[in-house]
């Protein structure tokens, strides 16, 4: 059973940092890319990184290049999201993902993903 746990979550100042993190368990975490994708209230859950099984290719949605970084740790089974300069409409629900099939591209398509953590909570007050 694969497992997703997300965490670093919090309330942070307009221009703040924080540093998402999502450990994975039960399956063969360095054979699949991973994503990131966030879900303000109304709105529909939209990409927002991707990185692929061996972190060769990264990639990041045209509203946070720039100020956001998607990294990954295989040993530790664990992706990162580090946030910079981050905005009030960076407000929400931020999930990470893994793909569906081995050694893929990391899709921005969520249909590509087949497990999900909970979610954190990012709140950007101004």
């Known amino acids: 059973q694969v497992q997703l746990v997300e965490s670093g979550g919090g309330l942070v100042q307009t221009g703040g940092s924080l540093r998402l993190s999502c450990a994975a368990s039960g399956g063969a975490f360095d054979r699949y890319a991973m994503g990131w994708f966030r879900q303000a209230p109304g709105t529909d859950r939209e990409f927002v990184a991707s990185?692929?099984?061996?972190?060769?290719?990264?990639k990041l949605a045209d509203s946070v290049k720039g100020r956001f970084t998607i990294s990954r740790d295989n040993a530790k089974n664990t992706v990162y999201l580090q946030m910079n300069s981050l905005k009030s409409e960076d407000t929400a629900v931020y999930y990470c993902?893994?793909?569906?099939?081995?050694?893929?591209?990391?899709?921005?398509?969520?249909?590509?993903?087949?497990?999900w953590g909970q979610g954190t909570q990012v709140t950007v007050s101004s």
């Open positions: 993902a893994r793909a569906r099939v081995v050694y893929g591209l990391g899709s921005i398509n969520r249909y590509e993903y087949q497990y």
């Open positions: 990185i692929t099984w061996n972190g060769g290719t990264t």
